[in-house]
Structures are given as structure tokens and as C-alpha cells.
């Protein structure tokens, strides 16, 4: 089983006991807290990943990450999957975690390059759309600015992408006129 599915399928297992012990909100806390702290700490993913490094050494260090700041699923959990040899995909579950809790909420990331940033007013009006198109109950927008644009902006939600930047517009216009000239 690929490491994916194998992330997705123990993610889909701690959304499902959250669900039945009602700390879905704190357990998934928990995942990001996790999913940063991992990706903040490339040491840490290291270990995780080092299959010499013993896995009571693995779980202690887990322990004294977590300790008193994620709920006790969350760390039986965690501790589970370094038992069962695992750790390795310990960053690519929880990131599985989230993706799977943003589907089931309605919550989507609407990644937003434009060339100078954004207004209040811009801000919710792409919020207004997006919900209004893909039928999203939130909209996390991540923002990006790019001076290479010109102006305008590309909108990327999910596998759907909108270019409407000025420097995207001058190259279809400079392909239509070398089309003509030739």
C-alpha cells in the first residue's frame, strides 16, 4: 500500500474516533499543531523517518513534544503509529487529517497571486465568489504577491485555476498577433 493511501486511511481512522469521542475541532488542533512543529522541524521528520533510530526512542520524543498540549487521542494515536513502524508517514497523515476535516466542514484554500496585495473589499469579494461557485461553507484565502503580474490577479482553488492578470492578457495578445503576422 502506498504511503498516501496508507496516510489518508489511519486519517480517516482519527476523524472517525474524534467524531465518536466529540473533540473533532480539538483533535484536528492537534494536526496542525503537528503538521507544523514536523514541518518546522526538519531533525524531527528525520528521525521520524529513520528507520535505525528505536521506536521507544521515537515515541518518548513524540511524548515530550506533545506533552500536555494535544488531547490524549491525539497522542495514543501518535504513539500507535510509531509501534506499528509508521512514524514515517506520521507528517503525511496529518496533513491528510486536515484536508480530510477542510472536505467534510466545507472549508476551502483559494490561493490568490495578484501583483499588489489585496484590499478588505477585494478580499471578500473572492471570498463571496468562491463560496458562491464551488459551494463552500469557508474560504481560506493564502495570498501571494507577485510584481511580475502587472496587475490583476490568478485565483487557484483546488484543480480550478481563473487568470485574470494583465500579463497573462498581453501574451495571448502577443501569440494572436505573431498567429496574424505569420
Not at 465518536?20 to 503538521?35: G, P, Q, S, T
Not at 499588489?116 to 473589499?121: K, R, S
Not at 511580475?148 to 485565483?155: E, H, N, R
Amino acid at each position: 500500500m502506498s504511503e498516501n493511501k496508507a496516510a489518508s486511511r489511519y486519517a480517516k481512522s482519527l476523524i472517525d474516533l474524534a467524531k465518536e469521542r466529540n473533540a473533532l475541532e480539538e483533535i484536528k488542533n492537534d494536526m496542525v499543531f503537528l503538521e507544523q512543529v514536523i514541518d518546522q522541524n526538519p531533525e524531527l521528520e528525520a528521525i521520524l523517518r529513520n528507520p535505525i533510530v528505536p521506536l521507544d526512542k521515537k515515541s518518548g520524543i513524540l511524548e515530550n513534544i506533545l506533552g500536555a498540549k494535544v488531547n490524549e487521542a491525539t497522542k495514543a494515536f501518535a504513539k500507535l503509529i510509531v509501534n506499528k513502524g509508521r512514524s514515517a508517514i506520521l507528517f503525511d497523515i496529518s496533513k491528510s487529517f486536515i484536508a480530510q476535516y477542510n472536505a467534510l466542514k466545507g472549508i476551502v484554500t483559494a490561493y490568490v497571486t495578484t501583483a499588489t496585495e489585496l484590499t478588505a473589499e477585494s478580499r471578500a469579494e473572492i471570498v463571496a465568489i468562491v463560496k458562491k461557485e464551488i459551494g463552500a461553507n469557508e474560504v481560506v484565502i493564502r495570498e501571494k504577491v507577485n510584481d511580475k503580474l502587472i496587475g490583476g490577479f490568478i485565483l487557484k482553488v483546488g484543480d480550478r485555476q481563473f487568470d485574470a492578470s494583465i500579463a497573462s492578457s498581453l501574451n495571448k495578445l502577443k501569440k494572436e498577433f505573431a498567429q496574424g503576422i505569420a
